[in-house]
């Protein structure tokens, strides 16, 4: 593991100690698990993609190299301390201090109505309603087009566990297709991704 990738280690077990709900993982996502999360990116054209919950940036990172900086890419993070090591290290994203369910305001401020991906690296915890009673998914497909693709991770171990499993049946209730990934076991802990595809949006 690289002197960077230690450091990184060192800070997800620290914030994972101090608020373990809002963080996914005691370790930074690896690079086999980032690139099964943006396999799915549209590669042509000028895409526009939002990042949630990109923490140190190991999806921020593929999301650059899999679409080669072109387009959009708005990275959403709550955590001030990776926000502004986000921005360091990634001065061509669009990093942004901010709750994921103030993502309607902040495309609007931007003047996006659609956005082609939306990477998570929430925890599943992220997703349950909040205070106006609508889950993160519906705040997902009322942002994506009709082509756009959602891409989010789980650990295999809780594949099976309760919270899981409701939230992928919250999952296919909001999208047409939902696809699970064979594992990536090269990842501590190992992972599956689910790529989501046809938001139901029965407002548009």
Known sequence: ?????WADTALFLREFVRHPLNTASVTPSSPA???????PLPRAGDPVVVELG????????AIQ????????????????GWAQLLEHRHPGVDVVLADAR????????????????????????????????R???????????PDGVFTQFGYTWTRWAPPARRQLADLRAHFADVVISPAVWRNLPPAVVYEARGPRQPSR
């Open 1 to 5: 593991m690289s002197r960077s990738r």
């Open 33 to 39: 698990l980032a690139a099964a999360m943006t396999a």
């Open 54 to 61: 990109p923490g140190t940036g190991a999806f921020t990172r």
């Open 65 to 80: 190299e899999h679409t080669g900086g072109r387009g959009r890419h708005i990275a959403v993070e709550l955590n001030p």
């Open 102 to 133: 103030e993502l309607p305001a902040l495309l609007a401020d931007r003047g996006i109505t659609t956005v082609d991906a939306v990477v998570s690296g929430l925890p599943w915890v992220a997703y349950a309603p909040g205070p106006d009673g």
């Open 135 to 145: 889950g993160l998914h519906s705040v997902i497909v009322d942002a994506l087009g």
